[in-house]
């Protein structure tokens, strides 16, 4: 079951990169990544969502978040059903701020000073260490996805998890809502990561 | 810039704290350095000033691991000081105050940052000193002990970031003085807000029946009402029945008016999809905004969180989709309201969004249902922070640290998530809000000028008029609650206000603010007129749920004690996570309004039994009815509401008969207004 789930997402993503071709040019054609700025809204083509959520692409929704030598740019993917809908963004290193914390050091800042799952499938029904005495710390458990960008971790949410994703000096964070199960959640925001690491 | 610092050093200082750790694992007994010169000393009242210097410090912890509690040598220095008072501390207290006052500086070539510690004889951490940052050349930090107690104490210096061994001087002070007199708590005015409190009973047993005791729900051993830490409170308008959620019991709460006093009937109506639970969250979707009362309850424990409603006071519960999932990083609230322009078309016609907001590794998160909280969308980011020395802090203008307060949504729409910890344009640190004005789809970080963070923090409240005015109750740095009003979704405030000021409140905890009209608030707060570090083990704080009301739009505030003859909490109350003894009453409390304008308060009573009449209790030390956490709701059945429509009827009860026949039953001292003497007459 766990190798349908991982194969469907990808079997959907070769049709969608068929069927979103236009779409994907398009991103080229307006610069898609480019250093400095990045249209967040063309790292997915709105047939690869469809073909990974099973819904159209409604509406896309950009804005910008502030981080310290970073930058966040999103990107909201509304599809009609709420739940189907994927958000993504991508964090950067600022190129008008270069001395404040990079993208990458803030990965590492908030990924490696955490104690990690060492395993993706061993995290539900495991006693969880307590980590340090900081209130809600406990619960703390990004699990190592592997396979993707440099490095991946799956952050559980009951409505609304996340997969973060390294990749040189930038990391994306991919979420969709809480439909579906949480592997067949992960298994979809795997095939959209990689989609839109091919275009970092 | 410290953070870059701190990077720099960090396979030195892994060095240090790896063979620290070695020592610490080889040698169980406790290591406390002393080369500084002399090792130990005595002061009192009567002494005078005294000075040492400690020996060469170096290395570094980087993050805080508690190394001044073992002290080893070289990273670390101790001298022993015995502190005299004139009588014992308990007795000397009641009428006298002291502050032991420690200047400790030293000299660096290299970046350096030494810290210095005083552990009480009771094991009561203080420190580190004021400023904590890193310097070249002269450096220094105070470190100001109020009301120290008589023994043993342990003076420690200790190395940060010290590439070089450092040595540092101290000079100490210990004054004393007569306790100011408390100012006298106001006597209450004239059509002043009264609160009742209805503590919840104990669980049944035996032959015992409801409503002096609380059945525990089915399956349940107990009702949880002596657990109830962080609790929160909700109303159906429709019903009139209150909820308080803490731990993973929804106890429901029906008040009976037709008695003066009214009375209480507590029932445990726990959702089976709450089991165990780390952060109980509850939300009413209330007639407020045009809510349809849908009562949620969100739980999470240490795999997975549980969301699930009910539509009938509790009778009846469904999960929500993706309940029982594993969870990662939380700290959940759940709220709602109305959409703002355009409202997106919705699959099943409920008239609110529902939010749930979060947080996980890299970003704090809100995700919106639009089907009545059964299936969320995205986790859309809310604002960016990094985990800096043990704490989620926030890294530029416009991002806020990790953990949040609870989410609120304005008539128009317009959605707020406070925060304790955000930075302005120029990286200053005050509370604020994030705000989302289409629906949750994208989010900007506004800050009350006027404001400055608290360390460590406690969670600010947002609340909202019937006109969109933001209302935001906050806990300054000085510790006093504070609260500001913005007309324009916080891109202004008014100066903010001190609620504390009439009954002297020096330190404040757990914010929590409600609007019904436009210029009518309520601010409830947890207040004490005890200066001081009130994390201490040694704190001494009494404190007393007050709550401040404005008419006004927030320019004048009418603040009475909600709790006037019994202590919610003696000692500290620890708002640093993990366990620690006076961390009974958890992360904040709750506050509502019900359709009369009536504010109700949830709170957990953290002195309850012997512990309301004996001084001598202290949540630090107990017994346990010192550190109980009892749900308790304080009713407001006097002054006026928080909505006009019902000035003037004692919200509306008495069996349907209006009281006072149409006289103004109660006035407003802060504005002079009276209430009409012959009121209670014709009721």
Sequence with gaps: ?200 | MKVIRFCLWIPFVVLILASTVALVVTDPLPVRAQVGTPPSSTISSSSGPLAWDFGPVGGGTVINVGIQDICPPGLCDDHDLTVVLPSPAATFYQTMTAKLTFQYTWTSTLPTDLDIFAISPSGADHGPGSPDNTSTGPGEEDLTVTDPIDGLWHIRSVASLAPVPTAAHVAVTLMIAPRPTAPMPPPPAPGAPTFINYPAPDDCTGTQQPPSCIQPSTGSTTAGEHGAGEPSIGVDWNTGKAFIEAGNHTLRVTFNDSVNPATAFWEDKRSPFARVSLDPIMFVDDGHFGGPNRLFSSQLNLITSELSFSDDNGNNWLPTQGSGQPAGVDHQTVGGGPYAFPAPLTPTGYPHGIYYCSQDIVTAFCSRSDDGGTTFGPGVPIYTFAHVNGADVPIAPGTCGGLHGHVRVSPDGTVYVPNENCFDANSVSRPGVAVSTDNGLSWVVRTVPDGKSISPGTDPSVGEGANNTIYLGYVNSDGHAKIAVSGDRGLHWSKSKDAGTPFGVQNAEFAEVIVGDDDRAAFAFLGTQTSGDTQSADFQGVWHLYVAFTYSSGRTWTTVDATPTDAVQRGCIWNQGGSNPCRNLLDFNDITVDKFGRVLVGYADGCTGSCVTDPTQNASTGPASAQDALATIARQVGGRGLFKAFDGTQFGTQSGVIEGHGKLCFGDPATGIQGDPGCKANN
């Design chain 1, 1 to 200: 079951m766990r190798q349908a789930l991982t194969i469907l997402p990808c079997v959907a993503l070769v049709f969608a990169g068929v069927r979103g071709g236009a779409a994907l040019q398009n991103a080229k054609k307006t610069g898609g990544v480019t250093k400095g700025t990045v249209d967040v809204c063309a790292l997915l083509t709105p047939a690869e969502i469809e073909a990974i959520q099973g819904e159209r692409v409604e509406e896309t929704k950009p804005a910008v978040q502030p981080g310290g030598g970073s930058f966040a740019n999103q990107c909201l993917f509304r599809t009609p059903t709420l739940s189907k809908s994927v958000s993504l963004s991508l964090t950067a290193s600022d190129p008008l701020h270069p001395v404040a914390l990079t993208a990458r050091q803030l990965w590492q800042k908030q990924f490696h000073s955490l104690e990690v799952e060492s395993d993706e499938e061993s995290a539900e029904g495991k006693s969880v260490k307590k980590l340090e005495p900081e209130r809600e710390r406990e619960s703390r458990k990004p699990r190592p996805v592997r396979g993707l960008g440099e490095e991946a971790y799956w952050v559980a949410s009951p409505v609304a998890s996340a997969l973060y994703v390294l990749k040189g000096e930038t990391f994306l964070r991919i979420s969709v809502g809480s439909a579906g199960q949480e592997s067949e959640r992960m298994e979809k925001l795997k095939a959209l990561a990689r989609a839109a690491l091919k275009r970092l």
